[in-house]
């Protein structure tokens, strides 16, 4: 279970991003996550709310973008379809070795924040 | 109620790991140290390779190991018992090494200048995946009692380890394990990587396994003069 640590290292990252614009809070982060990256987003999202917790960024959503690995044809120059979480070792059309390329992103994309009332009003 | 603004931000999420982890790169690449993460399940022979390895290797190369688990001096003992300077990481329940607990135990360590460093990993085919070390690459080692499917099944470790190490090839004998769909699975994964196969016991493979070292330690060398 490491992906409280991911989760705690994306919301520094997000502080790093917001660093100009003091008192804002975290809405919501996107983020892309490769299926060869080891990190579950189920996982993500539960660390995600107990990274935050007890901060002002307490409630905001992380949006998760799955990004799977593609299995790659030399022969057919072609990527070939599969079943998600299987992994094929020869085309099905033409026989040769398939290989195995993508799915190593993990990325914060974009975050949406929210900055405090500009100028108090004093309301 | 505030103003809602988007920024973007295209930065990793183990940005901070990753810019420590170039610090220690850069270092080694100064030292011209070879560095390899080694990561395996528990049980599958990390220890014992190592304890193989240094004793072929340590009459000519100045050598060192990290040893990461979440309790006990136990390996990095066995590696001293060889009179080769090893250094525990204790964890304390974290299932992975980062390169910050890397270069905070290396300044304990204070192993001197070296000519490898073999990092070992938490025993875990997962977590440890994501984590870069500096190190100049991964190895994955899979033992034969382990199962011929777990490439596929844990595509991330295998698509990633720049080597990757059968062990206890001498039970080969007394199980179905098809190391041929084994290979075949690697290849998938990692159509360039190095696919060793070995046995601490019987010697088999350390021969090969010890170039290997020799030799990146050598192109290393000459890519840093």
């Not at chain 1, 989760?7 to 299926?35: D, F, N, W």
């Not at chain 1, 901060?55 to 990527?79: H, N, V």
């Not at chain 2, 901070?16 to 049980?43: D, F, K, M, Q, Y």
């Not at chain 2, 011929?148 to 199980?175: M, N």
Request: charged fraction near 25%; glycine fraction near 8%; hydrophobic fraction near 40%.
């Amino acid at each position: 279970m490491h992906e409280l640590g991911i989760a705690l290292e994306i919301h520094r990252t997000c502080r790093e991003a917001m660093a100009p614009h003091p008192g804002a809070r975290i809405e919501r982060v996107t983020v892309a996550v490769g299926e060869l990256t080891a990190v579950e987003p189920d996982l993500l999202e539960s660390a995600w709310e107990a990274a935050v917790a007890g901060s002002p960024d307490e409630g905001s959503e992380i949006r998760i973008l799955w990004r799977p690995a593609r299995q790659y044809c030399a022969g057919c120059r072609a990527d070939k379809p599969r079943a998600e979480g299987s992994w094929l070792r020869l085309c099905p059309d033409c026989g040769m070795p398939l290989a195995v390329e993508g799915g190593e992103e993990l990325d914060v994309l974009e975050l949406a924040f929210i900055e405090p009332d500009g100028e108090d009003t004093d309301g | 109620m505030g103003e809602s603004k988007v920024v973007r931000v295209q930065r990793n999420a183990l940005e901070i790991n990753r810019r420590h982890a170039a610090r220690l790169r850069e270092a080694w690449r100064g030292t011209g140290t070879l560095v390899l993460n080694l990561i395996s399940s528990p049980g599958s022979g990390k220890t014992t390779l190592l304890e193989a390895t240094v004793a072929r290797l340590k009459d000519r190369f100045r050598l060192a190991v990290l040893e990461g688990d979440v309790a006990t001096e136990r390996d990095a003992d066995r590696i001293r018992a060889l009179g080769v300077p090893a250094h525990q990481i204790l964890t304390g329940g974290a299932c992975h090494l980062e390169a910050r607990l890397v270069q905070k135990n290396l300044e304990a360590a204070d192993f001197g200048e070296l000519d490898i460093l073999f990092i070992e990993n938490v025993g875990n085919l997962i977590c440890p995946t994501s984590y870069d070390l500096g190190e100049d690459f991964k190895v994955a080692l899979l033992s034969v009692t382990e199962g011929d499917d777990k490439p596929f099944k844990y595509p991330g470790i295998f698509s990633r380890a720049e080597v990757t190490v059968v062990t206890k090839a001498d039970l080969l004998p007394h199980l179905p394990f098809d190391l041929d769909a084994v290979r075949e699975q690697v290849g998938t994964l990692n159509p360039r990587g190095t696919f060793l196969v070995t046995s601490a016991t019987s010697g088999e493979g350390l021969d090969a396994w010890c170039a290997l070292l020799e030799e990146r330690l050598a192109a290393k060398r000459a890519a840093g003069a």
